[in-house]
T-cell receptor, first 109, second 114 residues
């Protein structure tokens, strides 16, 4: 199994950039790293996915170093509506999807 | 496109009973996976189906089972319910066969076992 570890919580202020790092040992060679956002009473929602180096979309960036043992989700200029729990997902050699325990991000005014 | 639909949204069952949860994936998606979410254990993978075949299974007892129908709709069943089975059960669908396609989650079924 891939073991994924991420911080339990983070605090930020509106307009700041937030970086959340996830470590994922034993990630499968051809597996992607995916990040999800979850609000209360809803299922997780896809944010971004990458294999290596840097990926950017309209809401976030994802940085993955060459050894692929970690990844960093970057949220530029967060707003109050970004308050949520963020999960990283990786799969190990057995291809069992393993979510991190989630990082609860609170954005303050 | 309609999203992933899970029914029912809430369930209350008694220990020893069994329960069946239903999931309708996004149209065209052939992969459906199930997850258990609890405050203590987080999101844990139960199993994944692709074209009616179980492709992968997590580390859960045999009381947890699932199936997928030819229209890609899926059900999961939990028999002999225990108090510890109380959780949010999430279903996700994806479009690809590789397993790397992004997951699209439903809003879950909240199961309470008393």
């Amino acid at each position: 199994l891939a073991k994924t570890t991420q911080p339990i919580s983070m605090d930020s202020y509106e307009g700041q950039e937030v970086n959340i790092t996830c470590s994922h040992n034993n990630i499968a060679t051809n597996d992607y790293i995916t990040w999800y956002q979850q609000f209360p009473s809803q299922g997780p929602r896809f944010i971004i996915q990458g294999y290596k180096t840097k990926v950017t979309n309209e809401v976030a960036s994802l940085f993955i170093p060459a050894d692929r043992k970690s990844s960093t989700l970057s949220l530029p200029r967060v707003s109050l509506s970004d308050t949520a729990v963020y999960y990283c997902l990786a799969r190990g050699g057995s291809y069992i999807p393993t979510f991190g325990r989630g990082t609860s991000l609170i954005v303050h005014p | 496109k309609a999203g992933v639909t899970q029914t029912p949204r809430y369930l209350i069952k008694t220990r020893g009973q069994q329960v069946t949860l239903s999931c309708s994936p996004i149209s065209g998606h052939r992969s459906v996976s199930w997850y258990q979410q609890t405050p203590g254990q987080g999101l844990q993978f139960l199993f994944e189906y692709f074209s009616e075949t179980q492709r992968n299974k997590g580390n859960f007892p045999g009381r947890f089972s699932g199936r997928q129908f030819s229209n890609s709709r899926s059900e999961m069943n939990v028999s002999t319910l225990e108090l510890g089975d109380s959780a949010l059960y999430l279903c996700a669908s994806s479009s690809g066969s590789s397993g790397n396609s992004p997951l699209h989650f439903g809003n879950g079924t909240r199961l309470t076992v008393t």
